[in-house]
């Protein structure tokens, strides 16, 4: 089947696939929009069962990047890549030179950070056979704390401030007592059930890796669960920062949570899920507009701007989701396409 013919493709910029075979490196770049600046997302490695579904996941996530760039007031494009292996078994620093490799044959189109399975001494391999390589240090960090350039503890501030600005809208409520479910406890799930327990929630979490579950348990005394348990629990918020399409036809008629607001990209399996959550009456926090902290800290530093912008903007997240759920009540849309529009009118305006 042809790219352009893929259910995922949205009028695509550049899509480029990659193999070498010396260090076993099989990867995809694909650049969506650069209406308003180099594409920018970053790098994450996978085990996926296919390269089908490593395509599909790489053209939905440089979708998302577009949009969340826009929405965050970014002159930044939407870009990601993907590669192939499980980062625990198959990653190599010759793996890396390669990506690095790939990165740079594209020529600045597209720029690289971290993602999941990716770390900032990745990137740091990467960076030496590539100019376009994001998040290899850093000046600063958002909460004055030592910079090492990695974006997941800004990510997961920002899905903490719209979260909890999305259980005052919803709940009508700050967040002591507040249950939530949260799928995943990886660089940034983590760090978000740590800003959740702080707050006084009650944490509920499932995990693919046991010593994550572990750590969970003993700092926030949080219950675990299963992988199919999370999606049925009766909590307040769903919080999914794992893998994308969480939200289908089979988990929704689960949910029991009032409020859906976590760090995952490509929440949504298809975008009609967003009328089917409003139709139960459940709060879905758009998702590139909420885990969109990452880009933000990495343009800041690009920029050398300082801490205290840094957290401003990080911490707007919060305000522009309350925006979007008051338009999107006025309008009688669902919150995703509400955020959907507005971005829209960003990116396509700056062709």
Not at 61 to 82: E, I, P, R
Request: glycine share 10%; aromatic share 8%.
């Amino acid at each position: 089947m042809s790219v352009f013919d893929h259910a995922a493709y949205d009028k695509h910029e550049h899509v480029a696939f990659y193999h070498d075979v010396k260090s076993g490196l099989k990867a995809i770049i694909a650049v969506h929009n650069t209406n308003l600046g180099p594409s920018l997302g970053g790098c994450r490695m996978w085990p996926y069962a296919s390269s089908a579904e490593a395509l599909t996941d790489v053209l939905r996530l440089s979708k998302g990047m577009s949009y969340k760039s826009a929405m965050a007031n970014l002159k930044l494009g939407g870009g990601k890549s993907v590669i192939i292996g499980d980062p625990r078994k198959h990653k190599s620093a010759d793996m890396m030179l390669a990506m690095g490799d790939f990165v740079q044959s594209l020529g600045g189109k597209y720029i690289s950070a971290e993602d999941s399975g990716i770390s900032v001494s990745d990137l740091q391999t990467m960076a030496q056979r590539s100019d376009y390589i994001a998040g290899t240090q850093a000046k600063y960090r958002y909460d004055g704390g030592p910079a090492d350039g990695n974006p997941a503890p800004s990510t997961a501030y920002g899905v903490f401030m719209g979260l909890k600005a999305s259980v005052a809208y919803g709940l009508k409520s700050d967040l002591n007592g507040v249950s939530v479910a949260i799928q995943g406890l990886g660089h940034v799930g983590f760090r978000l059930a740590e800003h959740l327990h702080k707050e006084g929630a009650k944490l509920f979490v499932t995990d693919i890796y046991p010593d994550n579950l572990d750590k969970a348990v003993e700092q926030f005394g949080a219950t675990v669960v299963t992988p199919d348990e999370i999606f049925g629990l009766d909590v307040d918020v769903f919080a999914p920062c794992a893998l994308g399409a969480a939200i289908n036809d089979q988990t929704i008629d689960q949910i029991k949570a009032r409020v859906i607001a976590g760090a995952a990209n490509n929440q949504l399996a298809e975008e009609r899920h967003g009328q089917m959550l409003m139709d139960k009456g459940i709060l879905y926090a758009p998702d590139y507009v909420i885990n969109a902290g990452g880009v933000i800290d990495i343009y800041h530093q690009k920029q050398g701007s300082s801490a205290e912008a840094l957290r401003k903007h990080i911490e707007g997240i919060g305000d522009t989701l309350t925006e979007i759920y008051q338009k999107a009540a006025q309008q009688g849309l669902p919150t995703n396409i509400e955020a959907n529009r507005i971005a829209e009118q960003r990116f396509l305006a700056g062709a």
